[in-house]
């Protein structure tokens, strides 16, 4: 074995090449500026969901409960 083959086998990858992303929304390819969008449309739309409370973790409570910080008389 001579040395520049000793020393090219131990050589490990820094970064893996990252696998395209696309838009969560139209499934389109990302683009950089929007990430992980591919558009400011998309990144708009998105934002639009969560400020109207279009995304919500479905829970056991049902509406109207509260929080139980209610006082008492």
């Not at 086998?9 to 820094?14: I, K, Q």
């Not at 995304?55 to 409570?61: A, F, K, T, V």
Request: net charge neutral; proline share 7%; glycine share 8%.
């Amino acid at each position: 074995m001579t040395d520049e083959t000793k020393q090219t086998s131990n050589v490990v990858a820094l970064k893996t090449p990252k696998k395209a992303k696309s838009c969560p929304l139209c499934r389109k390819l990302a683009v950089q500026t929007y990430s992980p969008f591919c558009s400011k449309r998309c990144a708009d739309l998105d934002l639009g969901k969560w400020l109207g409370e279009g995304y919500r973790i479905p829970s056991q409570e049902h509406p109207g409960l509260g929080d139980g910080l209610e006082e008492e008389d």
